[in-house]
Structures are given as C-alpha cells and as structure tokens.
C-alpha cells in the first residue's frame, strides 16, 4: 500500500486504494493513523471517504432484502435493544424521535479510536446531508463532559484548555444537527490518548 501522506503537512492526497483499505479496515494501526491524520486536515479526501462508504452500503443493500426473514427478525430484535440510541432528549426535558425513516441515522466517525497521541488531538467524521451545525462532546469513562464544542466543519481540534491523562479512556461524539431539526450521530466512541 502506498503513503497516502507525502509530506508532514498532509500535502498529498489519498489514492483510490487508500482510500478502500481505509474503508475496508484493511490497515494497521500505523497506517490507519496516518490516514486519519491527513483527513483531519484535507476536506477534499474526507468527502472522498463519506462517499466511498456511502457507494459501498448502496451495493451491500440488495443483498439484505434476499436473505430472507431471519435477518429481517434479527434486525427487528437489535432495534428493541438498541432503541434508546434513537432518542435524543430535548432542552425542555422531553424525547424526540428521529424523523426522516429514509435516511441514515448515523455519522461516520473517523477517530480518534484505540491509542492515539496526545499531542495534536483531534476528532473527525463524515458529512451529514443538510447539517446546519455539528456539535462535539467529550466525556471521561465515568460519562461526566468535559468539553463540548459546536463546528460548520467535520474536524475538530481539541482544546488547549482541555488536559487529558495518557491511558485513560475517553469517549467522544459527533451530532449532526440538521436545518428540519433532526440530528445524526456518530454513537459513542472510545479511545486512549499516549504520551
């Protein structure tokens, strides 16, 4: 696999296998690192990655609907159990239900995840369709925030203000919140920062 890298300042842009074995996660962590680090920097890859994956869960969908009722009922039984990640509470105290059944209901998190440096933090995701905003939470692992911070972009660096302790986990993530008052998520990720 090439470098898709060239230069410290992320001046070259992924190729197309690049850009599979990152969608594929066919990396190792090095690798993954790497890349993760260019897309923290280069929109023009990042969109290229959202659209990858978004090409890629296109060609899997027909599979889905010819393998029969098992997976139907496998898939209606993950939904009773992971319902409470489709209800976000409000300001006012009340749940709201995503609307929009159609459309995908999560964001693609890029990372931070597993053991990452310390220095030069910083989290990124795919695009949503329609995003006014993106907010950005990070927690501890007792689920107490420690920094909350709203963009326009699919990057964010953490603060400086923010300290963080090498090999504590911390959980971050990503809402999407779209003009017809919907939100999209990246679900909760995990990761460990390193000297």
């Known amino acids: 696999m090439s470098t898709?890298?060239?230069?410290?300042?992320?001046?070259?842009?992924?190729?197309?296998?690049?850009?599979?074995?990152?969608v594929d996660r066919r990396l190792s962590v090095a690798e993954r690192d790497r890349i993760e680090q260019h897309l923290a920097g280069c929109r023009e890859c990042r969109n290229e990655v959202v659209e990858s994956r978004r090409v890629l869960m296109q060609a899997r969908r027909p599979r889905l609907i010819l393998l029969g009722g098992s997976v139907l009922a496998t898939a209606a039984a993950l939904l009773l159990v992971l319902r409470p990640a489709f209800i976000f509470p409000r300001a006012d105290g009340e749940s709201a239900r995503l609307r929009n059944a159609g459309a995908p209901t999560t964001l693609v998190a890029h990372g931070p995840s597993g053991e990452v440096p310390l220095?030069?933090?910083?989290?990124?995701?795919?695009?949503?369709?329609?995003?006014?905003?993106?907010?950005?939470?990070?927690?501890?692992?007792?689920?107490?925030?420690?920094w909350?911070?709203?963009?326009?972009?699919?990057?964010?660096?953490?603060?400086?203000?923010?300290?963080?302790?090498?090999?504590?986990?911390?959980?971050?993530?990503?809402?999407?919140?779209?003009?017809?008052?919907?939100?999209?998520?990246?679900?909760l990720r995990e990761f460990r920062p390193t000297r």
């Open 119 to 146: 220095s030069g933090l910083t989290f990124v995701w795919g695009a949503a369709q329609g995003a006014a905003t993106y907010r950005l939470t990070l927690s501890g692992a007792d689920g107490v925030p420690l």
């Open 4 to 22: 898709p890298v060239a230069g410290a300042k992320g001046d070259a842009h992924m190729n197309e296998s690049d850009i599979a074995a990152y």
């Open 148 to 187: 909350t911070a709203s963009t326009t972009d699919t990057t964010l660096a953490l603060a400086d203000s923010v300290r963080l302790g090498p090999g504590k986990p911390y959980f971050w993530m990503t809402d999407a919140l779209l003009g017809d008052g919907t939100t999209r998520s990246t679900g």
